[in-house]
């Protein structure tokens, strides 16, 4: 199993910014491409960012391109989600996620953590 925890949530002003972070354990993830997805209450989860295995690449949704920025320690076993600019519609429950390597996607995630909530007030 791989256990994901999240931290770094809050409630901050529109555009400010914040800095979530997922630590792994129980299983190391250097071999897994990770993401983050965030939920409002009776919607559908929402894909935020993914990252691949290596680092090498990342792939964004079209909504928080430019604004957020996902990264990875995979000496600290930690995925990172810096978010710039935000905006009320933002405010969200977010989800680190990881999936067994392969081809950089949006879908196929097997681990999941907890979530953590972010507010953006206006």
């Known amino acids: 199993q791989v256990q994901l925890v999240e931290s770094g949530g809050g409630l901050v002003q529109a555009g400010d910014s914040l800095r979530l972070s997922c630590s792994a354990s129980?299983?190391?993830?250097?071999?897994?491409?990770m993401g983050w997805f965030r939920q409002l209450p009776g919607n559908e989860r929402e894909f935020v960012a993914t990252?691949?295995?290596?680092?090498?690449?990342?792939y964004y949704a079209d909504s928080v391109k430019g604004r957020f920025t996902i990264s990875r320690d995979n000496g600290k076993n930690t995925v990172y989600l810096q978010m710039n600019s935000l905006k009320p519609e933002d405010a969200a429950v977010y989800y680190c996620?990881?999936?067994?390597?392969?081809?950089?996607?949006?879908?196929?995630?097997?681990?999941w953590g907890q979530g953590i909530q972010v507010t953006v007030s206006s």
């Open positions: 996620a990881a999936r067994k390597a392969g081809g950089l996607g949006s879908t196929g995630f097997d681990y």
């Open positions: 129980g299983r190391t993830v250097s071999s897994y491409n």
């Open positions: 990252i691949h295995w290596s680092g090498i690449s990342t």
